[in-house]
């Protein structure tokens, strides 16, 4: 069965300092993958998403992920977080034979000043 | 440009008794998604629209889920005889018709609180 996986429940970094969010998938196929953010009181948002072509791709607000097929991996990067970066964090995973994405479980950052 | 938007923002309900939540999709969006997301839990896929017709219903979790929408554009979700496990936020989501893996957009979502 397709899954998502985040094994990171809560995650606490300084500000200034680098992050990295874990995100497994299973699938055999090609996946279509993506990560949403959301902020408090506010909806999900669209970081960044991979259909093909380059592995590393850029997103929104400083983020960027990449796509390892050997690992089932996308994890997301920031070399700097903000404190405004404290929020929930979804990585999704797509297929082309379907319209629905599966989302993992989410992975609460949060900002040490 | 208006985005989506979901009513009530919150609602407090008495076990067993039937409640409806409403989405209003972004204008021109023919793709519509029911999401729930309980306490420390993704976002658990509920049913899927693509115009008024629904191909994919196979996240909601029991009969006494239903969901419609109407004229393409507002839907509405269903839960009858209420349970205190069907507390949890529902979400409703949104895209452009011609991209199926496209970007969703996101509704703030109802707070279900069921006592």
Same mark, same amino acid.
Request: charged share 20%.
């Given at each position: ?113 | ?58 996240? #909601?979790?029991?009969? &006494? /889920?239903?969901? =419609?929408?109407? !004229? ?9 005889? @209420? ?7 529902? #979400?409703?989501?949104? &895209? /452009?018709?011609? =991209?199926?893996? !496209? ?9 279900? @609180?069921?006592?």
């Amino acid at each position: 069965a397709q899954s998502v996986t985040q094994p990171d429940i809560h995650i606490t970094v300084s500000e200034g300092a680098s992050l990295e969010l874990r995100c497994n998938y299973s699938y055999g196929a090609t996946p279509y993958l993506f990560w949403y953010v959301q902020s408090p009181g506010q909806g999900l948002q669209l970081l960044l998403k991979y259909f093909s072509g380059d592995t590393l791709v850029q997103g929104i607000k400083g983020f960027e992920a990449e796509f390892k097929r050997s690992q089932s991996s996308f994890n997301l990067r920031k070399p700097s977080v903000h404190w405004s970066d404290a929020a929930e964090y979804f990585c999704a995973v797509g297929y082309s034979s379907a319209s629905k994405i599966i989302f993992g479980s989410g992975t609460r950052l949060s900002i040490r000043p | 440009g208006a985005g989506v938007s979901q009513s009530p923002s919150n609602k407090v309900t008495e076990k067993g008794k039937d409640v409806e939540l409403r989405c209003d999709p972004i204008s021109g969006h023919t793709a519509l998604y029911w999401y729930r997301q309980s306490l420390g839990q993704g976002l658990e896929f509920l049913i899927y629209f693509q115009g008024n017709s629904a191909p994919d219903k196979s996240g #909601l979790p029991s009969d &006494r /889920f239903s969901a =419609e929408r109407t !004229g393409g554009s507002v839907s509405t979700l269903t839960i009858q005889r @209420t349970q205190q496990e069907d507390s949890a936020v529902y #979400l409703c989501a949104s &895209r /452009f018709g011609r =991209e199926p893996l !496209g970007e969703q957009y996101f509704g703030p979502g109802t707070r279900l @609180t069921v006592t």
